[in-house]
């Protein structure tokens, strides 16, 4: 099984910029598709942004896209989430997620693992 481990959220100021980071350590990343997603208070969880094995293909919430960029470095076994033009409304736990095949989805139930999550608040 692989390990999550979410780091770089924070305070920020809207129209701010934060870079998280998702390290995986365990059996082989490199093969498996990434997620993003995200839970503010009394919300449900919900799909950010997404990335296949390769980095080639990568899906994003309609709320995020063109603010919102995911990448990764399988030489470092590490995804990242690079925010910005923060918006008070993101203002969330972010979670980072992987998958057990190299497809990207959007699809939260399709999400084989988990890490803790990290919180980002936005201040307006």
């Known amino acids: 099984q692989v390990q999550l481990v979410e780091s770089g959220g924070g305070l920020v100021q809207a129209g701010g910029s934060l870079r998280l980071s998702c390290a995986a350590s365990g059996r082989t990343f490199s093969n498996n598709a990434m997620g993003w997603f995200r839970q503010a208070p009394g919300k449900e969880r919900e799909f950010v942004a997404a990335i296949d094995w390769s980095g080639g293909i990568r899906y994003y919430a309609d709320s995020v896209k063109g603010r919102f960029t995911i990448s990764r470095d399988n030489t470092k076994n590490t995804v990242y989430l690079q925010m910005n033009s923060l918006k008070p409304e993101d203002t969330a736990r972010y979670y980072c997620?992987?998958?057990?095949?190299?497809?990207?989805?959007?699809?939260?139930?399709?999400?084989?693992?988990w890490g803790q999550g990290t919180q980002v608040t936005v201040s307006s």
């Open positions: 997620a992987g998958r057990t095949t190299t497809r990207a989805t959007s699809l939260e139930a399709q999400y084989d693992y």
